[in-house]
Nanobody, 124 residues
Framework: QVELMESGGGSVQAGGSLRLSCEIS????????IGWFRQAPGKEREGLGA????????YYSDSVKGRFTISRGYAKTRVYLQMNSLKPEDTAVYYC?????????????????WGQGTQVSVSG
């Protein structure tokens, strides 16, 4: 079983930055690919990006490419989502999720383990 926990959400003004963290209970073959998703009220869950931890390779959606950056800590049990130039439309609950393989971001149903989510609110 892999457990994930997001942190770092909060409220920020448009143009500001936030860094979300995803703490992973154990790094193994089942948690090698960490994806970041978000869900705004009344909208479907959206895939933002993913990180292959072993290969240190990232994938991004067009909607956040150039503004958001995914990285990992040295111990491979923490993955970050750095969000810059935030816009009001970035307001959502943000989730990290884990699966075995990263060939692309993938759909949410392809991920096996999920965190509880953290709220990001952008005003202005």
């Amino acid at each position: 079983q892999v457990e994930l926990m997001e942190s770092g959400g909060g409220s920020v003004q448009a143009g500001g930055s936030l860094r979300l963290s995803c703490e992973i209970s154990v790094y193994n073959y089942r948690s090698n690919c960490i994806g970041w998703f978000r869900q705004a009220p009344g909208k479907e869950r959206e895939g933002l990006g993913a990180l292959d931890i072993l290969a240190n390779k990232t994938y991004y959606s067009d909607s956040v490419k150039g503004r958001f950056t995914i990285s990992r800590g040295y111990a491979k049990t923490r993955v970050y989502l750095q969000m810059n130039s935030l816009k009001p439309e970035d307001t959502a609950v943000y989730y990290c999720a884990a699966r075995r393989v990263c060939l692309r971001i993938g759909n949410d149903y392809e991920y096996n383990f999920w965190g509880q989510g953290t709220q990001v609110s952008v005003s202005g």
